[in-house]
């Protein structure tokens, strides 16, 4: 292994921290392993263009790299237009052929990661230098490539914009968009196709505000010494079109992109081949242009495309070709353009295509473009079946064959491209939403410093799980950030406060202000955001507990293992509640059997029933036949295991609900909380387990509403509220006496699989929150539970 002209020890050390601490030789290392991790050893190369004009507010632009392809062509019409207006700062995380270009583009600042990275020590070194110099009022990340600045710049309170070119279905790993999503101030989606695809992996993303932008036609930027780029030569690239088209006379069927699967370069060799097959359009010819073919090298895709062509028998009809600058050439000289990109979000080539008013055809469900072809009427000619190369073939013949249709697309590709293509206009938006993102990350910022200067922040309570063990400023970074993009679920921050229900009564969703500062600033007014908390800090000796025989506790066992656990917790305590415990067969009932055998209080029953309607139904059928007149105090309880499809998630959860209603040793919360409730003039009507996360409806407002208007019709349901979530609680008996009022039967409840969520079961375990009058819910909280 040689060791580069410019290796820099020092530099190779300082961006790569974890070898300081190991002590080791920085030119061994690199030979041994840093070559092959792609270790930078060399600072940035830092290009100034233009002093900064002080007249003119600064902005970062950032892109992936600065090669000849759709992302970093866009990043240059971009900073072209933006410098007109901003102070531009260019970060290149990756080098390029248009980086000439670049400079070209009077921005003021260029730094370029000449070797591409994923060691966030060096991209955050690299941010924080660019920070530190000039004053960004807004960052605009071109393509989540650029995922790896996000986070750095959105803690300093640099409003990002993030530009969102790619599909989620190819976008590895998924973190990358999930940090995007997460940390970006304002997202904007090239079409409203990526933007579903993205909410497939994202649920959440549908409660965030986002922007669906078609990226507008650029120009393809052409060699800084007057030459086109391209791997094909103009003398070659002319002849062969010259040779089929002119020559020939016959007609040239084209297609654009990379020599990759995602472009479909093996659909476009078998319209080819289906339409060859016709002996009336046998003089039709095939040309792709783009780099990546080479089937000598190429083992993976390259070289079963050439077996395919000589297959098909399309040696003497196809042609691949080398990318080239001479592409508005090819447009010129052919019929029609084939997009049979298997996901591509906007391709650059069809917005040439649209510009020119040439014919295209594309795939239904794999490009924004298709959606915007159907609706404006032109679905029928240019949108081909899904996948469909029948279906494309058809309409490529159906378009060449008939000058009406033709000159119909040609004539609406240019009202489109006028209607939803034109670059100005994209840019004036993005701005837009860019100056709307810079007042936004302002007031997160001072958002931030009131919350951190009161010193009311309860990280078990505010900060995600994965924070816990980070500081106290990234945890509030991060809970800010959480309720001003509406995503995470949301934080409380602080017991006894709800801030949906503040920000709903105070009005505050429209200010764009943090609800537990803004109550902060406020001085924490009294309201129904507030709440009472029993903590385990609380005495129990203070207390006067109620009567065994006053308390029912029903236990739906569907998990067996978590059942000793139950029992064990309750033993904690001095009330020994009369039980009812239903299980789903018969070796369950065995076991619960056996493990009770020793439990010192009684035992009403344990009764074999259906899973149907999981834990809700079983409760809502005790309470109603066992207990809703014998008992003054009910609770509910389960064997909760998986949450979100994550077991792992799913134990720390009931691991939450136990210890908040049950306790823990040393920390008696059952008897702690029905002693509390036990108290004279106590309007205490429900205690939940006090849970960090802000949940609501989601998609059960419908189910819920109809079920509240058998009841009070026309009482209609806040947006914000407290529930049990995970449907276990204490309460008053005849504080949920509703429930029996539903009237439901065994049809009402959804069968197994049961969705995760929409049904009935989530709309009731949202309802048991409304406690009836005058009776309030009361959360309980074992002091240090995380989740």
Not at 318 to 331: C, H, P, R, S, V
């Amino acid at each position: 292994m040689k060791i580069p002209s410019n290796f820099n020890p020092e530099m190779y050390l300082q961006l790569n921290p974890d070898l300081v601490a190991a002590r080791v030789d920085p030119f061994q290392h690199y030979i041994d392993f840093g070559a092959k991790e792609g270790r930078l050893y060399d600072s940035p190369q830092v290009i100034e263009c233009r002093k900064i004009n002080t007249k003119l507010e600064t902005i970062l632009v950032v892109s992936h790299e600065a090669s000849l392809t759709g992302a970093p062509i866009l990043t240059h019409n971009i900073v072209k237009k933006l410098s007109e207006t901003y102070n531009v700062i260019l970060l290149l995380l990756g080098g390029g052929v248009l980086i000439p270009n670049f400079i070209q583009c009077n921005v003021c600042h260029i730094e370029c990661i000449n070797q591409r990275v994923s060691s966030s020590e060096v991209i955050e070194t690299v941010v924080r230098n660019i920070v530190n110099k000039f004053e960004i009022k807004f960052a605009i990340l071109n393509s989540i490539e650029c995922s790896s600045v996000v986070e750095f710049l959105a803690k300093k309170f640099i409003a990002v914009i993030t530009l969102v070119h790619e599909f989620s279905s190819y976008t590895r790993p998924l973190d990358n968009l999930g940090r995007v999503l997460f940390w970006s101030t304002e997202l904007v989606f090239s079409s409203k196709l990526i933007y579903e695809n993205a909410c497939l992996d994202f649920p959440d993303l549908v409660n965030r505000n986002t922007h669906i932008l078609p990226q507008g036609k650029c120009n393809l930027p052409k060699s800084t010494n007057g030459s086109s780029f391209g791997e094909s030569s103009a003398e070659n690239f002319n002849s062969i079109f010259n040779t089929v088209n002119t020559i020939t006379k016959k007609k040239i069927v084209l297609g654009v992109g990379s020599v990759h699967m995602r472009k479909g370069v093996d659909h476009f060799i078998e319209c080819a081949n289906l339409i060859s097959s016709h002996p009336r359009f046998n003089q039709w010819r095939f040309i792709w242009i783009g780099k990546g073919y080479d089937p000598e090298l190429d083992g993976n895709y390259s070289i079963f495309l050439k077996d395919q062509i000589q297959r098909s028998g399309l040696v003497d009809r196809l042609t691949i070709l080398g990318e080239t600058g001479e592409i508005m050439k090819a447009y010129q000289q052919s019929e029609i353009l084939v997009i049979p990109s298997r996901l591509d979000p906007m391709p650059n080539v069809s917005l040439d295509a649209i510009s020119l008013g040439m014919p295209l055809v594309c795939y239904d469900k794999t490009t924004g473009l298709a959606d915007i072809l159907k609706s404006e009427g032109l679905g029928e000619h240019c949108v081909a079946d899904y996948m469909n190369t029948h279906s494309m073939a058809e309409k490529i013949i159906n378009i060449i064959d008939n000058e009406e249709i033709r000159d119909k697309i040609s004539t609406k590709f240019l009202e489109i491209n006028k209607k939803y293509f034109n670059f100005d206009m994209y840019i004036s938006k993005v701005i837009e939403i860019a100056n709307t993102a810079a007042l936004k990350a302002k007031q997160n910022e001072s958002d931030c410093q009131t919350i951190l200067t009161s010193e009311l922040f309860e990280p078990n309570l505010g900060a995600f799980a994965h924070l816990q063990n980070s500081t106290i400023d990234d945890q509030v970074v991060s809970y800010v950030n959480s309720w001003s993009i509406g995503l995470g679920p949301p934080r409380k921050g602080l017991r006894g406060f709800h801030p949906g229900i503040y920000s709903e009564n105070i009005d505050l969703n429209s200010q764009g202000i943090n609800p537990l500062a803004h109550y902060i600033i406020s001085g924490m007014p009294k309201g129904p955001w507030n709440y009472r908390v029993i903590s385990s800090v609380d005495r129990v000796d203070d207390l006067n507990l109620p009567l065994d025989n006053s308390i029912a506790l029903h236990v739906h066992v569907f998990y067996i293992d978590l059942f000793p656990e139950i029992i064990e917790r309750i033993l904690e305590n001095k009330i020994r509640p009369d039980l009812f415990i239903t299980v789903t067969n018969s070796l369950n009932k065995t076991t619960v059997e056996y493990l009770l055998k020793n439990y010192e209080g009684n035992i009403i029953s344990i009764e074999i029933i259906t899973n149907l309607g999981r834990n809700i139904k079983p409760f809502i059928d005790t309470y109603k036949y066992n207990i809703k007149d014998k008992y003054k105090y009910v609770g509910h309880l389960h064997t909760k295991k998986s949450s979100y499809e994550c077991p792992i998630m799913g134990k720390t959860w009931a691991n939450s609900i136990f210890n908040n209603l049950l306790g823990s040793p040393s920390n008696p919360m059952l008897d702690l909380i029905l002693g509390s409730m036990e108290e004279e003039d106590c309007n205490i009507g429900i205690v939940i387990p006090e849970d960090p996360n802000i949940i609501g409806w989601d998609g059960n407002l419908e189910v819920a509403q109809k079920l509240i208007d058998k009841l009070h019709p026309k009482n209609k349901l806040p947006d914000s509220f407290l529930f049990p979530i995970g449907a276990m609680f204490i309460a008053r008996s005849d504080a949920i006496n509703f429930i029996e009022n539903l009237n439901l039967t065994e049809s009402d409840y959804p069968k197994e699989p049961v969705p995760r969520d929409g049904t009935i079961l989530h709309a009731i375990e949202r309802l048991i929150g409304f406690p009836k009058a005058p009776f309030q819910v009361t959360a309980a909280y074992l002091e240090g539970t995380k989740r």
